[in-house]
């Protein structure tokens, strides 16, 4: 039977899943096509380079093992990789690498243009931008003979070395960095950042921006939001200065505008911006953009404009996962050089978890609460907090909860558990439950021994004191309670 390049793709894809976990598969592997197999050689379509040099990177063993075994030992991998045409109005062109030792060129070569002179006069410059008061009073600025600075509008605390990578950020936060290296020469150019709201878009963009300055010291960068841009534009437009306005922009080498799709049914405001993203992507500068969806679902956004945000490489920032939230929480508490409990930093991620803005601000307050009210940061503190960040707290975690997980993870009953059974099996899930109990309840010892057949509290203290010993002495034990700790967590907050 004779193989067309969809089935042994399909093969690959096969072995692939269960070498990757779920988030690289999606990322990097969903998105390739197959396009035709030719003499033992796959040809598969990506959608820029910064893609194939990642899966080069990366994946090419994995690649190279699964191409041998669909192919054979003479199985070559090729890629096609799609690019951009910025010379004509098709959105896109083809070009073809080989996946051997070879280096992929350029996939656009960048257009430049030459300015003799910038017109800039003091009324036009959008306010809070300029920094140089002798560039102001000078009404030409000629490029290369004096260099006009501009204030950035970037928080300087927003840096790559504050911000966590995961699964759910790894290639906006490579892309981003990949940029800082080369702004505005890579295939993509513009990089566009999506996803809800809080995920850290606003940290990373204006991060490539510190990284740019830090880099490249001639290079002028700016940071505006959509809602100031477009007030910018009003202002211009009442003061009849907008090719003024047009022309401070062209200064810029790395635009980020904040939250684009605010631009939305604004014919105007998107007509100027149209202009300064052509002039700017031309000359070879680099644009950066941030959405709180991709470009495809843009609403109110004109089709040309859509076209052009295609042209890159978007970037999807999705909510990060519970390891993530620790990560990026432990952190933050570095940061500020406090200290909190572990049992306080898994509440926290667990009860919060699609907004990392969110997750910062919990800790913030619950640091401020402690210092001002002289409490210490307990799991108690923690819960008054948490309340005023989620508009519905997960269910509490109750003793027969507890006993219900434990008793399916020994293949027990309930029942058993509450009763004078001594077998080693039934002890050891008892003792194990009534540990649980008090470490992830609020629930007094009494009320605990009341819920395992009436036992004395001094019973339940000597549970918990067994229990702590076994962790201490038999790592599998330790890592049972462990796993049981974060099933109860997380199976409650899924119900």
Wanted: glycine content about 4%; proline content about 4%; some cysteine.
């Amino acid at each position: 039977m004779v193989k067309d390049c969809y089935a042994v793709w399909e093969g690959c894809l096969q072995t692939i899943r269960k070498t990757v976990n779920a988030q690289s598969y999606k990322t990097w592997f969903e998105p390739i096509k197959p396009v035709r197999l030719d003499n033992n050689a796959l040809t598969i379509q990506v959608p820029n380079k910064f893609f194939y040099e990642w899966l080069e990177e990366h994946f090419v063993a994995l690649l190279k093992t699964t191409i041998r075994k669909e192919l054979g030992e003479k199985g070559r991998l090729e890629y096609q990789i799609l690019v951009p045409d910025n010379t004509k109005s098709s959105d896109a062109m083809r070009h073809t690498q080989t996946a051997a030792p070879r280096t992929p060129a350029p996939a656009v070569q960048p257009m430049t243009t030459t300015a003799t002179s910038t017109a800039i006069q003091p009324d036009l410059v959008p306010q809070g931008m300029m920094t140089d008061t002798e560039s102001i009073k000078n009404p030409f600025v000629i490029p290369g003979i004096r260099k006009v600075r501009i204030d950035p509008q970037i928080n300087p605390n927003y840096k790559f070395s504050n911000y966590i990578e995961g699964d759910c950020n790894r290639l906006a936060r490579s892309a981003g960095l990949a940029v800082t290296k080369r702004p505005g020469q890579t295939s993509f150019n513009p990089l566009v950042l999506f996803g809800e709201t809080g995920l850290g878009k606003t940290h990373l963009a204006q991060a490539i921006g510190n990284e740019v300055l830090q880099n490249f010291s001639d290079k002028i960068v700016l940071y505006v939001s959509s809602e100031k841009f477009t007030n910018q534009i009003i202002h211009a437009i009442k003061n009849n200065s907008v090719n003024e306005f047009v022309n401070f922009y062209q200064l810029v080498d790395v635009l980020i505008v904040d939250d684009i799709q605010f631009l939305a049914n604004k014919l105007k405001t998107q007509e100027i911006f149209f202009h300064i993203f052509n002039q700017l992507h031309q000359s070879g500068r680099q644009i950066i953009l941030t959405s709180d969806r991709p470009p495809k679902s843009m609403e109110g956004i004109e089709d040309r404009l859509i076209s052009r945000f295609k042209w890159g490489l978007s970037a999807d920032l999705q909510a990060p996962d519970l390891e993530t939230r620790m990560a990026i929480l432990e952190d933050k508490t570095m940061r500020e050089g406090v200290e909190i409990p572990p049992n306080v930093s898994e509440f926290i991620c667990y009860n919060i978890k699609n907004n990392i803005r969110e997750l910062e601000g919990a800790l913030i307050s619950l640091i401020a609460q402690s210092s001002l009210n002289n409490r210490d940061i307990d799991l108690e503190l923690a819960k008054e907090v948490v309340k005023n960040f989620v508009s519905e707290m997960n269910k509490e975690i109750t003793v027969e909860y507890i006993q219900q997980l434990v008793a399916d993870h020994f293949k027990v009953d309930v029942g058993t558990l509450q009763g004078k059974n001594r077998k080693r099996t039934t002890v050891l899930a008892r003792q194990l439950s009534m540990y649980l109990a008090k470490n992830l309840t609020d629930r007094s010892l009494k009320a605990i021994g009341d819920n395992f057949g009436g036992r004395d509290h001094s019973t339940v203290i000597y549970s918990c004191r067994t229990v702590q010993e076994m962790i201490k002495s038999d790592p599998y034990f330790k890592d049972t309670v462990s796993d049981l700790e974060k099933k109860i967590r997380m199976t409650l907050n899924e119900r």
